[in-house]
């Protein structure tokens, strides 16, 4: 029987800018341009031949209201001086948004529907714009919202008639809520935040040697480093900080225990086993060549998002017939601190075990919503490429907001 399991030649990111930081002056289309033209210079062969074209690219978008609207996968990849015969399609599914790129590229791959494929994610959410509905649609003294995060325009239905007004929750109102049922302390949560930053500061020259590309910037010096990530975070600079619900009774949660907004963007390049085995024959030597062996979704509780990705993991693990001792390298989206303590236990692994997110998590890096997958998978990718011979599997996943989660694995080919 003929493989058509994908091959992953190549990952790659932004340094991740602070919400209003490093990033806020480059427009998202122009961002993602940025990456593909980055993506191919580091893959000479891609489109240099009508054979060797890219067919298809998926991107990960979540806000879409603004300067990324319109489709933003096509403008980048038009910006980017890409062949006009390139399809190019827009993901929406919030923090999930690039995760699902991955998903559908590899079911491209598998259907024998295209040959190549490059995914990707991007969010600018310090350009997020204010939105308001047309003047006949709005009461005269309701305002413009903003469009960063969270619900707008929300269906009314849901406070009133749609399981008890429960699914009308913000996401940290949830993380509050796990945080409460399964009683994750504060405390807790901290070390959990503290310990994300201290391994993404160790750990940032293993992506800046591979994984991450610098930006140019108008009128700025090229930024070359992730912002979000605190070297001297410390347990009395957290506990300082107020709580998110004060109003709420046993409220635990803080920004410091949040993953922070931010900006940035990641591309990622499948490729069939066909072009794989050309490639190699005609003497391309690929940054990457990890197999994604497996990659599903998954619907959970709205009130219980956080825990979207260990569900997915948990189905994953039991298709691929995986066992955690077989499974070398762990990358979990650290959307809250409570989250991810939940995740690591229900995974029977621990927070603190090693081999979970080893070069630091969401808490540290920050969360640009629809590139949160990509850049699970960029660290993924390249932790997985430079461990010993003995970890060949690598696992991702991350939770979802109104209650969804996505897993993937990867092996390695070499």
């Known amino acids: 029987m003929v493989s058509h399991t994908p091959v992953l030649l190549d990952v790659i990111r932004s340094p991740f800018g602070k919400y209003h930081g490093g990033l806020s002056g480059v427009r998202a289309d122009d961002l993602l341009a ?8 580091r893959n000479p062969w891609l489109n240099s031949t009508p054979m060797l074209r890219v067919e298809q690219v998926l991107v990960g978008c979540a806000n879409q209201a603004g300067e990324d609207s319109r489709n933003i996968a096509r403008l980048a990849c038009l910006l980017a001086g890409f062949p006009i015969e390139t399809v190019a399609v827009t993901l929406n599914q919030l923090c999930g948004s690039s995760a699902m790129a991955l998903q559908q590229g ?21 350009r997020s714009p204010l939105v308001q509905l047309p003047s006949p649609y709005v009461l005269t003294d309701e305002p413009a919202v903003s469009s960063v995060f969270g619900w707008r325009f929300s269906n009314p239905r849901f406070q009133a008639e749609i399981a008890d007004g429960r699914y009308f929750q913000s996401m940290a109102e949830t993380a509050e809520g796990l945080a409460q049922r399964y009683g994750v302390s504060r405390h807790q949560q901290e070390e ?4 994300s930053h201290q391994k993404a500061i160790t750990a940032s020259n293993n992506l800046l040697e591979r994984g991450i590309v610098p930006i140019q910037r108008p009128s700025l010096a090229t930024l070359v480093a992730d912002e979000c990530p605190r070297p001297h975070l410390s347990q009395q600079t957290l506990a300082r900080l107020p709580l998110l619900h004060p109003e709420a009774k046993n409220a635990l949660l803080t920004a410091g225990t949040c993953s922070p907004f931010a900006d940035g963007e990641g591309v990622a390049l499948l490729v069939s086993p066909k072009i794989a085995n050309k490639l190699k024959q005609m003497g391309v030597e690929s940054p990457l060549n990890l197999a994604v062996s497996g990659v599903v979704s998954v619907g959970v509780s709205p009130e219980a998002m956080g825990l979207g990705g260990t569900v997915a993991i948990e189905k994953l693990m039991k298709q691929s017939a995986l066992t955690t001792a077989s499974v ?3 990358e979990l ?3 809250f601190a409570v989250s991810h303590y939940l995740a690591c236990q229900q995974l029977g692994l621990g927070w603190e075990y090693p ?5 630091g998590g969401s808490l540290a890096i920050g969360s640009p919503m629809g590139a949160i997958g990509l850049r699970v ?3 993924l990718a390249w932790r997985l490429n430079q461990s010993q011979p003995s970890t060949s599997i690598g696992v991702g996943g991350l939770s979802v907001g109104m209650g969804q989660g996505i897993a993937f694995s990867l092996k390695d080919c070499s």
């Open 192 to 195: 959990v935040t503290i310990a």
């Open 34 to 41: 940025q990456l593909l033209g980055a993506l191919q210079a």
């Open 355 to 359: 081999a979970v997110n080893a070069w």
């Open 328 to 330: 070398g390298c762990w």
């Open 333 to 335: 989206h650290e959307p």
């Open 377 to 379: 998978l960029c660290s």
């Open 106 to 126: 590899v079911a491209l791959i598998q259907a024998n529907m295209a040959d190549i494929v490059i995914i990707g994610g991007v969010e600018t959410m310090s």
